[in-house]
């Protein structure tokens, strides 16, 4: 595969009869540089920029199997780590500049790279810092993918009813640094490739299995099944998490609630052991993302 084709695949996003082009600022291509005598992509309007735009909404998500990936370091992990579904990468120019070791690897890699005007990053995402990728979406939903993602697993974390998208990403994140072996999100969280989700993970999710649409049941009994103690992180918890070295040292998996209203009745009824972070201060609680890094790396701590 070329990086300088023009059969791209963002092109199959358009499952509609041809239409014609629309009328568009002069074509010109990059003068020097890395990316000299590739052609800018300079019209906003395009039928190509609309449809990566549309990655936003979850239909299309759904509809296509792809999801956008936005700012340098998510596109320079995805690029890393999971070349084989990186679909598409977007520069501007002055972002090739700042970030050629994406450029270098992507081209390397043999990617369909583009380089795009400002105008025409902004219309794709005005989040991107400059640098954009759609990603074609794993398949890791279900009890099998589950249990695949279990295997050997020694450290988990369990999002049972997430629904903010920063808290979700930031939450993989933590998983990540911790040394976590799999993420999973219960039937019902939000949607793991949404783009502040995306973006939270700042490329984290590239590194680690994120399971999705299994009920909190059945992820009970597979977590159960591979061996974990299922630990629940609450305030009302008969266990201090500084004083739980024993709890903690064997393989584990942390149920974590939902933002607001915490960790549900049936999802405390289920675990093997509520435990409590200790606060010195005068703050109520901990937010979701923060007590989770806390857990996740007490648990580290204590099996290393």
Not at 99 to 106: G, K, L, Y
Not at 163 to 189: E, K, T, Y
Not at 251 to 273: K, T, Y
């Amino acid at each position: 595969m070329s990086p300088t084709s023009s059969a791209d695949p963002d092109e199959l996003l358009d499952d509609t009869a041809e239409q014609p082009a629309a009328r568009g600022p002069r074509r010109r291509t990059v003068g020097e540089g890395p990316a000299a005598g590739h052609e800018v992509l300079n019209n906003p309007g395009s039928a190509r920029i609309s449809r990566v735009a549309g990655l936003s909404r979850r239909n299309a998500r759904t509809k296509h199997r792809r999801f956008l990936v936005e700012g340098p370091q998510g596109v320079r992990e995805a690029v890393r780590h999971v070349p084989d579904r990186v679909l598409d990468v977007y520069l501007t120019e002055a972002a090739v500049e700042r970030h050629a070791e994406i450029w270098d690897e992507a081209v390397a890699a043999q990617l369909y790279v583009h380089i795009t005007s400002e105008q025409v990053m902004d219309a794709m995402s005005p989040d991107a810092q400059g640098v954009l990728a759609v990603v074609a979406t794993e398949e890791a939903t279900g009890s099998e993918a589950l249990a695949a993602a279990l295997d050997g697993a020694r450290l988990v974390a369990v999002l049972t009813q997430a629904q903010d998208p920063g808290n979700a990403g930031a939450i993989i994140r933590a998983a990540d640094a911790a040394g976590a072996d799999a993420v999973v999100l219960v039937r019902g969280s939000v949607d793991p490739t949404a783009p502040k989700v995306v973006r939270s993970t700042a490329g984290s999710l590239f590194h680690l299995p994120v399971v999705t649409g299994v009920a909190l049941d059945d992820v009970v009994g597979a977590l159960h099944e591979a061996g974990l103690t299922v630990l629940a992180a609450d305030g009302r918890g008969d266990f201090d998490l500084f004083e739980a070295e024993s709890l903690l040292e064997a393989p584990s998996a942390w149920l974590l609630g939902n933002e607001a209203r915490g960790l549900p009745a049936e999802a405390l009824s289920r675990a093997d052991a509520v435990v409590s972070i200790p606060v010195y201060g005068k703050a109520e609680s901990l937010n979701v993302a923060a007590a989770a890094a806390v857990c996740l790396y007490a648990s580290a701590r204590a099996q290393a």
